[in-house]
């Protein structure tokens, strides 16, 4: 079983957005996916109960915090191949206890150094969690909201990410109407049609790649992993 955790010391960096689009496209690929709401202002919890939509595959979780997490991941690893787990932006200890649970750690960030010096805190608090746990804990940055012309200051801060070693995803997250939409409607990305919002179908591709990348990505660390 797989664990996904999608930590930010600070909001509005698109976190619950992703979680919640990764799930679906996972979920409408056939697996089997738990959906863990630990952020205070349960977005997802949100979007559950207004969708009038079911995927059989897919299961929401929540509200969840410090004191029922670790719990809470250890029982979808009983029932799901993929769990993913959308924290509070911040650092605190629902963050930390998820972060040693996990497969892989992903930190999103917008092309601001704000951003970068914020995804710099969560990546020394895996650090810290892997050393108490010897173990390595891999992680990937990942850009949200991008523009469809990558800016300067976004190529600058990748490259800066690179140069410091720190695995940054190629693919980026496109800022479309589509991902705000699957809340505002309570419903599921690839049911969206164009009457709604402009290009669905771009937005549904961008997830299956972001998908694709991120599933190689574990695949990958779990193989280093039992070499070692």
């Given at each position: ?41 349960a977005p997802i919890l949100s ?91 891999p992680y990937m940055a990942f ?28 693919t980026e997250i496109v800022e ?53």
């Amino acid at each position: 079983m797989t664990v996904i955790v999608l930590a930010s010391s600070k909001g509005g960096v698109g976190k619950s957005t992703t979680a919640l689009c990764l799930a679906q496209v996972l979920s409408r690929e056939g697996i089997n996916v738990s959906l863990l709401d630990a952020d205070p202002n349960a977005p997802i919890l949100s979007w559950y109960k207004q969708s009038t939509q079911v995927d059989e595959h897919l299961s929401v979780v929540g509200p969840l915090n410090e004191n029922n997490i670790y719990e809470a991941i250890e029982d979808a690893r009983n029932i799901s191949r993929v769990v993913i787990v959308d924290l509070e932006g911040s650092a605190n200890l629902a963050v930390s206890y998820a972060i040693t649970e996990a497969d892989l750690v992903l930190i999103p960030l917008q092309g601001s150094q704000l951003d970068a010096d914020e995804a710099a805190k969560i990546i020394r608090m895996i650090s810290r969690a892997g050393r108490q746990l010897k173990k390595q804990i891999p992680y990937m940055a990942f850009f949200t909201r991008c523009s469809f012309i990558k800016s300067r200051t976004n190529k600058h801060i990748s490259a800066s990410l690179i140069e410091a070693d720190i695995p940054v995803a190629q693919t980026e997250i496109v800022e479309r109407d589509a991902f705000k939409a699957v809340f505002s409607y309570g419903g599921f990305l690839h049911d969206l049609n164009k009457d709604e919002v402009s290009h669905p179908d771009k937005a549904v591709n961008n997830m299956i790649d972001f998908a694709n990348e991120i599933m190689q990505k574990i695949g990958n660390s779990k193989k280093e992993q039992k070499h070692d």
